[in-house]
C-alpha cells in the first residue's frame, strides 16, 4: 500500500492527492504499464487516498516507480510524492485495509461509511481489469472482516459522526433554526448526509445547488424537499443563494475552489454583518481557506471537524480491544491464504518447467530407442535419467556456486536440505562433483 490519511497529512497535502474517478482510472492504467501483471485497487476518500498494488508474478512492487505514476497524474513532483506517502507491505497491508474497511482507521471511530467507499474502489478496478485473484481475495476478506466487526462488536453504535459534529458547530452559532436558510453545493453521499442531519434542525428551506441538475434533483427526492420549504436552483443562483443563506454545506467534486475571497468579499459586505456558517467537507476544499478571515464568515474544513471529533470521549475501548482481535485473526488467516495461492501458483509454474524439460529428453530417448537393440536400452534410459537430473539441478547448482552469492547461499542450501529430506543422510562418496554441501 501506497498512501496517506489524515493521520499522517493536512487537508491542504491530502487534496492534493485526492482522486477523482477519471483520475483513478488513469492511475490503474499508467499501472498497468508498469507490468502488465500488476493488480490494484484505488481508494481515495475525503480522509485518505491508498492505492493497494499486488504483482501477479510474485515479484517485489517498485515503490518509486508506483510513485512517479501517482505524482504524474497528481501533477506533482516525485521528490513530494515521496515526501507525503507512507508504504506499507504484506502483512501490514492486509492488516491496514482490514482496519480501514471496519473503520476503525476513521475520523469517526467505527464509521460504515469508508466500507461502501472500499466496495466501490474495488468495483471500479475490477471493472478497469485491475483487480485480480490477489485483489479479490483481499478485499473480499476485508469486506467480511468488517460485517462481522460491526455485528458483534456494536463499535459503531451511537458514533458522533463528521455530519453531527457540524451540527454541534452550527448550534455555536445559531441558537434556533426555524428561521435559517440553508444552502447544499454538491449532491453526493456526504452532501446527503450532512443536510439530513441539518434537516432535523427544521430549517425554513433547504435549496440545493449542483453542476449536475439531475444529481441535485435525485437528492431533493431522496431528503423529501418540495416548494416552499426548498428544493433544487440552478448553479447560476449561487452567488443569490449565498445572499440568502444562513449555513452552507460544500461536498462538490471540483479540483479547485469554487468560493475564494475575491468572490465572497463583496457578497459578505452586502450581507450586512448577518453571520454564514461555511462547513466544507469537500477534498479538494470548496472554499478557499482565506474565506475564515471575512468578517461574520465561520468556516469550517475536515482538519476543524477532525480536531474536535478527537477531543471527544468516545469510551469504547472494550469494544476496540475486541475489534483489534477479530482483525488480527482476519489477518492472519488472508495472509495464509494469499501465501498459500502463492505457493500454488509457484508450484504449477514449476510443474509447467520441468515438464517442458521431460518432454525434450523424453523426444531425445525416444528417437535413440526407436534404433537401439536390447543391449542398449539400459544404458539409453541410464543417459535419459542422468541428463534430466542434471537439467533439473543445473539453475539451483549455480546459484549456490555463485561465488557473490553471499549468505544466502547459506539458506538455499539449508532450504533444498529440509525440502529434499537430506538432514542427517550421509553422503556414500565424496567426489565434489555438484556437491550442494
Known sequence: MIGLSHHTAALRVRERLALDDAQATQ????????????????????????????SGR??????????????????????????????????ATIRHLLRVTCGLDAMVLGETQVLGQAKKAYRHAATNGSAGAVMHSLFQ???????????????????????????????????????????GLGAGEMAKLTLRHLQGLNPQRIWLVNRSESHAMALARNLDLHPPQGGVRPIEDLDELILAADVMVCATGARHPILDAERMRPLARQRRHRPLFILDIAVPRDVAAEVRDLPDCYLYDLDDLQAHLAGVKQNRQDRLDLCERLVGEHAETVAHQLQHADIGRMIRRLRRKLQAMADVEQQRTVRKLAAATDADVGRILDQHTHRLINKILHLPLQKLKQPDAGPGTRHYAQAIESLFALNGEEDPEETGQDDVR
Not at 34 to 53: G, K, M
Open 27 to 54: 492511475l490503474l492504467t499508467q499501472l498497468r504499464t508498469l507490468d502488465e501483471a500488476f493488480e490494484a485497487v484505488v481508494l481515495s476518500t475525503c480522509n485518505r487516498t491508498e492505492i493497494y498494488i499486488a
Open 58 to 91: 510474485g515479484a517485489s512492487v517498485p515503490i518509486q516507480a508506483v510513485q512517479s505514476v501517482i505524482a504524474k497524474v497528481c501533477d506533482m513532483s516525485l521528490p513530494e510524492v515521496e515526501d507525503v506517502t507512507e508504504v506499507s507491505r504484506g502483512a
Open 141 to 183: 476478506a476485508a469486506f467480511r472482516c468488517a460485517k462481522e466487526v460491526h455485528t458483534t462488536t456494536g463499535i459503531g453504535q451511537g458514533n458522533l459522526s463528521v455530519a453531527s459534529a457540524a451540527i454541534r458547530f452550527a448550534r455555536q452559532i445559531f441558537a434556533t433554526f426555524e428561521d435559517k436558510t440553508v444552502v
